[in-house]
T-cell receptor, first 114, second 113 residues
Framework: DSGVTQTPKHLITATGQRVTLRCSPR?????VYWYQQSLDQGLQFLIQ???????AKGNILERFSAQQFPDLHSELNLSSLELGDSALYFC?????????????FGPGTRLTVT | DQQVKQNSPSLSVQEGRISILNCDYT??????FLWYKKYPAEGPTFLIS?????DKNEDGRFTVFLNKSAKHLSLHIVPSQPGDSAVYFC????????????FGKGTHLIIQP
């Protein structure tokens, strides 16, 4: 158990809809990262937040947005969903402990867009 | 353009022998490298990391070697155990590990009894 929790575990929705994925980082971690894993693209970095502020952006679409709240949990919002958005979405956190730069991953949310 | 490449989609090794997983990268700005292990239906699990100022890091049965001039790293698992069967991902970062990671596509390691 990495200490990172993600909800929901599975999500099925229709094209054009909007969903919110939630992540709670490990205790003490200030950084939260979001990744997308699709069959053809592998694991792709989407966005990073550090202590409530956006820190780095990767291959995140404009239809996607994220935020990190004062209690450090994070939400990834996906809107105007398309079939190609079906993927596993992972959250990771880092910062606490003796290994501040190792990212610890949650179990993921599997999104299916029909 | 793939900046981190794992050219072997799968690797089969006998139990007790050494498993060697390889990874190549093209971005010379990468300065921190990590290996993750992933079982089906779970998130990636951190295994071992190495900074670009080192050429070797060891943790129990796992050793990572970094050859900066060749832009190549490898993960050695000795001895290989049945529980090591999983997909292994190589990842790299430009920000000393503090930024988002760039992942390879993974190598599926199968340990044969």
């Amino acid at each position: 158990d990495s200490g990172v929790t993600q909800t929901p575990k599975h999500l099925i929705t229709a094209t054009g809809q909007r969903v919110t994925l939630r992540c709670s980082p490990r205790s003490g971690d200030l950084s939260v990262y979001w990744y997308q894993q699709s069959l053809d693209q592998g694991l792709q970095f989407l966005i990073q937040y550090y202590n409530g502020e956006e820190r780095a952006k990767g291959n995140i679409l404009e239809r996607f947005s994220a935020q990190q709240f004062p209690d450090l949990h994070s939400e990834l919002n996906l809107s105007s969903l398309e079939l190609g958005d079906s993927a596993l979405y992972f959250c990771a956190s880092s910062g606490a402990g003796s290994r501040p730069y190792e990212q610890y991953f949650g179990p993921g949310t599997r999104l299916t867009v029909t | 353009d793939q900046q981190v490449k794992q050219n072997s989609p799968s690797l089969s090794v006998q139990e007790g022998r050494i498993s060697i997983l390889n990874c190549d990268y093209t971005n010379s700005m990468f300065d921190y490298f990590l290996w993750y292990k992933k079982y089906p239906a779970e998130g990636p699990t951190f295994l071992i990391s190495i900074s670009s100022i080192k050429d070797k890091n060891e943790d129990g049965r796992f050793t990572v070697f970094l050859n900066k001039s060749a832009k190549h790293l490898s993960l050695h698992i000795v001895p290989s155990q049945p529980g090591d069967s999983a997909v292994y991902f190589c990842a790299a970062s430009e920000g000393g590990g503090a930024d988002g990671l760039t992942f390879g596509k993974g190598t599926h390691l199968i340990i044969q009894p």
